[in-house]
C-alpha cells in the first residue's frame, strides 16, 4: 500500500506542488465580506494581498472540516493507499482536532501528524515526508520520524507592519501607532506550536541584522533536511537583501534557497512585507 501524504494549506506548500508530487491539498477558506475563496486555489498570492490591503477589516479563515478530510481519507482507503496527514499547530487552529476526528471514524490505517508550525515551518516537515515516501518507507515508520524530529524546527520572521496585528485585535492601536513612528520591526517565532515576539528591531535593515543573529543563535542549520525562505506580499524584494547580506550562512553549504510565498491563512495576520526563514536545526546529540 502506498503512502498518500495530505495536508492543509496553512502549510503555504504551493498547490503546483502538490499536484507535482501527486499529494492531497486541503485549502482553508478565505472569506472577504459575503466572497468565500479556496486558499491557493480559487485566490492567488498577488489577488489576496492586493484584496487585504485594499480592505479596512480583516478577511476571516475557516478551518478544515472533519467531512472534508472523512472525503479525502475515504478516497485514499479507495483506492488501497494509507493517509499520513500532517497539519497546521494545533494551537492555531482548529485543522488537527478535524484530522483526528475523521481519523478516528476512518475505520482504517490513518496517521495524523501535529506538525506544532505554520506557513514554511509546516513547509519542511511536509517536505520531509515527502522524501521518505520516495524512498518507501511505510506511514507508521515517517509518523514516528516526524513526531521526533518536528521539534527541530526553528521558524523565525521579520514582520513588515504591526497593521494586521492591530486589526486582528492582537495588539492595541496605541502599540501599533507608537511601532509604525519607531519603524519597529517585531521578530517573531514558533515555539512549542505558538507564536513567539523573540525581538524588535527599529528598521529593516536591523530587522534583517538580528533575523540572522537568531538563526546564528541556534545549534546549527542541518542542510540535510529541507529549509525554506519565505516573503508575504508581492514584492520579494526585502528576502532578496536578507538573502544577500546573510550569504555567510548559506554558503558552502548550498547553491539552491527554496522561497515560498505566504498565502491567505497566515498572510491575514502578519500582512504584507514579512519575510522568514524555517530549517531544521542540528541534532544536538550529533
Not at 139 to 160: N, Q
Not at 252 to 275: C, F, K, M, Q, R
Amino acid at each position: 500500500m502506498a503512502v498518500r501524504l495530505m495536508f492543509d494549506s496553512g502549510s503555504d506548500v504551493p498547490y503546483s506542488r502538490a499536484k507535482e508530487k501527486g499529494w492531497v491539498y486541503l485549502p482553508m477558506t478565505v472569506t472577504f465580506g459575503s466572497e468565500q475563496f479556496r486558499d491557493g486555489i480559487d485566490i492567488d498570492t498577488k489577488t489576496f494581498f492586493d484584496r487585504l490591503i485594499e480592505s479596512d477589516e480583516l478577511p476571516s479563515t475557516s478551518q478544515i472540516s472533519p467531512a472534508d478530510f472523512e472525503e479525502a481519507i475515504e478516497k485514499a482507503h479507495s483506492e488501497g493507499d494509507v493517509p499520513l496527514i500532517i497539519t497546521i499547530s494545533s494551537k492555531l487552529s482548529g485543522t488537527y482536532q478535524s484530522a483526528v476526528i475523521a481519523a478516528e471514524s476512518a475505520g482504517g490505517e490513518v496517521y495524523v501528524v501535529d506538525s506544532l508550525n505554520a506557513t514554511l515551518g509546516e513547509a519542511i516537515l511536509i517536505e520531509e515526508a515527502g522524501r521518505l515516501i520516495d524512498s518507501g518507507v511505510p506511514a507508521a515508520k515517517i509518523k514516528e520520524h516526524l513526531d521526533a524530529i518536528k521539534h527541530r524546527i526553528r521558524l523565525l520572521a521579520v514582520l513588515g507592519t504591526l497593521e494586521y496585528l492591530k486589526k486582528g485585535g492582537r495588539i492595541s492601536s496605541a502599540v501599533a501607532m507608537a511601532g509604525s513612528l519607531l519603524q519597529i520591526k517585531p521578530v517573531v517565532s514558533v515555539e512549542d506550536g505558538e507564536i513567539k515576539l523573540v525581538g524588535k528591531a527599529r528598521g529593516s535593515k536591523n530587522g534583517n541584522n538580528l533575523l540572522a543573529q537568531l538563526v546564528m543563535g541556534s545549534s546549527g542549520i542541518d542542510f540535510e533536511k529541507p529549509y525554506s525562505l519565505a516573503y508575504s506580499g508581492t514584492d520579494r524584494s526585502l528576502l532578496d537583501k536578507y538573502v544577500d547580506d546573510s550569504r555567510y550562512l548559506w554558503e558552502g553549504h548550498t547553491e539552491n534557497l527554496p522561497v515560498i510565498s505566504l498565502g491567505a491563512t497566515i498572510g491575514t495576520h502578519v500582512g504584507p512585507g514579512a519575510i522568514a526563514v524555517a530549517f531544521f536545526e542540528k541534532d544536538k546529540k550529533d
